[in-house]
């Protein structure tokens, strides 16, 4: 069994920051690239930002300056410091790793999800 669990949402003012965590755990052979995605309301899926094992990082433009993300691999597990936050950034974030697992290949695995609220 693998787990991917999420921590550190929250609500925030304007211009406020958040760090994100994630952690995975269980039969875990080895770690991919890890990321994180945002669902507001109405709104679909995006992608926030990715980081391979080796650490190569892609971002959304709209988060570009402003998040970063980073993997502790030792830990498994993957972090979103977010700083100037807007109102816009309110959403669901999840987190995804694509994990090789012991006794099973490599997928994607999502994790619950952490409400983060940016409002005055």
């Known amino acids: 069994q693998v787990q991917v669990v999420e921590s550190g949402g929250g609500l925030v003012q304007p211009g406020g920051s958040l760090r994100l965590s994630c952690a995975a755990s269980g039969s875990i052979a080895s770690i991919n690239a890890m990321g994180w995605y945002r669902q507001a309301p109405g709104k679909q899926r995006e992608l926030v930002a990715t980081?391979?094992?080796?650490?190569?990082?892609n971002y959304a433009d709209s988060v570009k300056g402003r998040f970063t993300i980073s993997r502790d691999n030792t830990k498994n597990t993957v972090y979103l410091q977010m700083t100037s936050l807007k109102p816009e950034d309110t959403a669901v974030y999840y987190c995804n790793a694509n994990i090789l697992g012991i006794l099973k290949g490599s997928r994607d695995y999502w994790g619950q999800g952490t409400q983060v609220t940016v409002s005055s």
């Open positions: 980081i391979t094992s080796g650490g190569m990082t």
